[in-house]
């Protein structure tokens, strides 16, 4: 045994358990144009529920029907992890909270109000009222469930006193979880771990709840301010899944846990996630969030187990852990890259995707299988990041209002670029030419002829996803009307095929968005709300 595999072997049983509490949901849905369908929730939400998380805030149910209804079957659904859903400090939100996660076999109500001086102001509400609201509200809160957490919002910018106050106040009123929000990623670990362990010391009646620390990731130093917190006390680490999150995101979930993993010989602390899920769910999360993972981001980077340099890979070769501090294998990426082709059957279609993390369904498995068939004649090696992406993106749903039927482009030196497309809308075929300056310029204005729409196109990213000339390109899509953010991916080998068919994947999911919203009216945005 190396001295790596000794540490966290023999420190195991000896670990005082840390919880995860996952809000890629909630937190992390709420960056803009992360917006997750329906079904692309309950997904996450079972995922989230198998890898081990302990608590899954499952969305805020005020905010709209469709996080109502998504909170609600995710709690009916869930099988070990306990269902929070987010609610402001007012009767009406906690009563619908309530509605939506009662369903669970163990269901968490949290409630939160702005503290600071600046969020203070915004209700218009003086210290004093403050206060007696958080008592109202939390005692509310804890009358309908026997589980609540509270959060300060903006706990890190609040006068010390007026916290300790408020804590105290949530505290008598029944919270058993009070959350330390560092809400625009204000701390560092020094002062984060120290206001957790002044908290603990100060305020009547801590000792006897469950301290949790929630960082955003402005500075940069999320992970490692929840960490400090823990050292600090704190037992519960919120987080999201790639670190997804307004701004520059929450604390990612994979570098917390790896971090504890890795280095239980100093933060003796063990959780109940099982790390061989991670990559699975990280590439699922970027998929349906319209999110890239950047190829360098710790854990579940492209470039997080790649070694390039010749001293790097000769050291590789002769022993793993001179570069690397965990195996791939630990967060679940497979050790080896064997190449599929035209040739592969299904048998080893289905064991190649169970060594990738996917046991598919029949029906997904055949869907998977058409797909890589028409991959493999078109390109002779087909890798292990070949299948991922069919896996994850460019199903063309039987049901899709819009749906690409010919798409043929004429690009060159000489301009302009001309593209011809046929487009089923609603079942009726049409056909429309289409110039633009370059190739995806003029297939998008084709799509525009087609079905004409005021949405705005705000991100436009192309990823290769293996290196050569006949690689497939991920492409993904974001766009914006009235207020509502969609997102659409694709992958093909035909890089503008590609680009049509997520600009068409995110104008079905703006149809979808329209439809769910009843006509113009646009949702309700969470920082409407706050
Ligand atoms: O960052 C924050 O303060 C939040 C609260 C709602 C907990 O997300
Ligand atoms: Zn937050």
Redesign the pocket.
């Given at each position: 045994m190396t001295d790596q595999t000794k540490n966290s072997a023999s420190s195991q049983a000896t670990k005082e358990r840390v919880v995860i509490f996952d809000t890629t949901l909630r937190?992390g849905e709420q960056s803009p144009g992360a917006t997750m369908t329906h079904a692309e929730k309950l997904e996450i939400a079972g995922l989230l529920d198998e890898m081990g998380v302990d608590i899954i805030e499952a969305g805020f149910p005020i905010a709209s029907e469709g996080d109502f209804r998504a909170v609600s079957e995710i709690a009916a659904n869930s099988k070990n992890a306990v269902i929070c859903g987010?609610a402001r400090a007012n009767i009406k939100d906690i009563d619908r909270c309530w509605e939506a996660v009662k369903g669970a076999a163990q269901p968490r109500i949290h409630t939160?109000i702005g503290t600071s001086p600046l969020h203070r102001a915004i209700p218009n509400l003086d210290m004093d009222q403050m206060a007696d609201r958080i008592h109202e509200t939390v005692t509310h809160a804890r009358n309908l469930c026997d589980n609540v957490q509270w959060?300060p919002?903006?706990a890190t910018r609040t006068e010390w006193d007026y916290l300790c106050r408020t804590v105290e106040i949530a505290i008598k009123a029944g919270a058993s979880t009070i959350?330390i929000?560092d809400?625009v990623g204000y701390t560092a670990p020094v002062e984060s771990a120290d206001l957790i362990r002044r908290l603990i010391e100060t305020v009547p009646g801590a000792d006897e709840v469950v301290f949790a620390t929630?960082c955003?990731n402005d500075l940069g130093m999320a992970t490692a301010n929840a960490l400090a917190a823990v050292a600090g006390g704190a037992r519960q680490i919120e987080c999201t899944i790639n670190g997804l999150g307004e701004r520059a995101g929450n604390t990612a979930l994979e570098e917390v846990v790896m971090a504890l993993k890795v280095r239980g010989d100093i933060m003796p602390y063990a959780t109940g996630i099982d790390t061989t899920k991670i990559m699975n769910i990280s590439r699922r999360v970027a998929t349906v969030s319209g999110f890239p993972v950047q190829f360098n981001k710790a854990i579940v980077g492209k470039n997080a187990f790649a070694h390039e340099s010749g001293i790097h890979q000769d050291g590789m070769l002769k022993n793993a852990e001179t570069f690397e501090i965990m195996r791939p294998s630990d967060v679940g990426l497979a050790e080896t890259n064997i190449v599929m082709g035209k040739h592969s059957g299904r048998a080893a279609l289905r064991s190649k995707l169970h060594d990738l993390g996917y046991d598919l369904a029949d029906n997904q498995l055949n869907d998977v299988f058409v797909r890589f068939k028409e991959l493999a004649d078109r390109k002779k090696e087909v890798y292990d990041e070949d299948l991922i992406a069919l896996v994850n993106v460019g199903i063309d749903g039987e049901g899709d209002r819009l749906q690409i039927k010919h798409l043929r482009v004429i690009c060159g030196t000489e301009g302009p670029q001309q593209a011809t497309l046929t487009m089923a809308i609603d079942g009726v075929e049409q056909t429309t030419e289409a110039t633009g300056d370059g190739p995806v310029d003029a297939t998008f204005n084709a799509v525009r002829n087609l079905f004409p729409h005021d949405a705005r196109l705000q991100l436009y990213q192309v990823h290769a996803v293996t290196e050569g000339t006949d690689a497939q390109a991920t492409v993904s899509v974001r766009m914006e009307e009235a207020g509502r953010i969609v997102t659409g991916q694709s992958a093909d080998t035909d890089t503008v095929v590609a680009s049509a068919k997520a600009y068409v994947h995110a104008l079905n999911n703006l149809l979808i968005r329209r439809e769910k919203s009843g006509g113009d009216t646009p949702e309700v945005n969470y920082k409407d709300l706050t």
């Open positions: 937190d987010l939160f959060s919002m903006d959350n929000p809400t929630h955003h």
